[in-house]
């Protein structure tokens, strides 16, 4: 089996672990705290900014581990547990390596364009109702 495929393997296997706990965290945040506040949503989001914090700055800071933990870890589970991660990661990035204006706008673009794209995908789905 190539690197390659094992590398979407990796993916994949982290992928599920993650989901399968997102959606575990969620449902007993909702049954625990009720739906008014997505308890479990932030709970999710901001754990796993820790954790991809955490991973990718270890596994830059030590060669020792094997390579393929970015794979299962960092994109397979915690890609897949919160994406939001992700984007607090590339920001966080930006503006510590100097590239300031770059995340300020990656946050701004993301913030509306976001908003933007739930809105319309809402309102198209209203049309087709």
Known sequence: ?????QRYLLVACGGAVGAMLR??????????F???FPVGTLSINISAC???????EYLDHHAGPNPFWRYA?????IGAFSTFSTFEWETWSDLTSGAFWVGILYVAVSLIAGLV?????SATARTLA
């Open 1 to 5: 089996m190539g690197v390659t495929v």
């Open 23 to 32: 959606y575990f965290v969620g449902m007993m945040a909702a049954e625990r």
């Open 34 to 36: 009720g739906q008014r």
């Open 50 to 56: 820790f954790m991809i914090g955490f991973v990718l």
């Open 73 to 77: 870890f960092a994109i397979g589970f």
């Open 117 to 121: 794209a739930v809105s319309a995908g």
